[in-house]
């Protein structure tokens, strides 16, 4: 603490008569709080004490001052944040953005491509046809968050680190399989039809629908079963970091509907309305869905998991390929249970509504 006769000497020497120093007078709103670092070192978890903690459900702060920060009157409006918590909080922004950090990976160095070996031909182009999708598709799930991130509160500030972390995870995952589409000297082939349903969300919770609980939660349920798909430890170990990055996509996604729904349960219906949009897409023809690539990418999945495609191979790729589509809607349909949308599985796409299990008690 400076002392006022200090800052009186201080003012006194000579060329100091423009100094002021009374932020030094007007400490932050709150001090002597105990932050200590957890298992995981100072997490920002650690650092949410007090009313550091304490984002507002609610702001007027239109200025980018930092939560916690005293006001200054000159401070100029740039007015494009959202307002209200619920409009982009999730309650696991904090933890999964350490978590990210923590487990951040490198497509260069940390995938052994000195041990790739060459696949028969047939795969080899099955396995490029699936990176050149996957590269798409990676594009746009970091173009999406990155569109929202510019509205999100200096209050509620976690949101936008997470989000910044999403992105730099989405241009992994875009240059990984852009990496493995030409290791083997084949390259880029079929591009897919693009997912226009998702560039189509304009707010925020039609972006953790459309993207987070269906688009990545169907991508996460795929790279999971990357084991059938892959044919060799590379590109084995490509699915498993990726999926590693998708679980946490998908579960700050599941955090943020949940928050909403209990704080406006009013946007219920809402909601519903970007799931059919969604699901409309994937339930068209299954060589046509937007989500999971067009019939190119449908049987390029048929021939990586029959492992060829002779007669035999592909009738055991199509059925593993119904058994990945199977997971995927389950999966989907378990998300939506947590998010506290149950009602869902009623007045769910018919395409889909056929490969769910009974619901379990
Ligand atoms: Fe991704
Ligand atoms: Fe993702």
Redesign the pocket.
Known sequence: MVKSDTLEMLRKEPGAEDMDFSWLDDPAAERGMRVVPSKRGLTLEDISVGTYGDPPEETRNQSGRMRGSAPRPDAQNIGAHWIIKSESWSESAMMLYEEALQRQWSSATDIPWEEMPELDEDLELAMSQLCTFLTQV?FI?GDLPAKFAPNISAEHFETGLFLAT?IM??AR?LDVFRKRALANGIGLLQAGPGAVGLLAAQSFLDMTAS??LVG?GF??SMFRMGELIAHSEVDKKIFRLAAQ??SR??AFGIMHMKHLLKNEPERREEIHTYLDRMEGQVGSTPNQSGLTGGGDTTEALAILLGGGKSEKQLDEGYTKLMAVRKRQFNEYVHRLDVVGLSDRRERMHPRIRAFLEPKKN
């Open positions: 990676e799930a999403q995870d989405e995952h993207l987070h990545e991508v996460q990055d998708e996509h998908v």
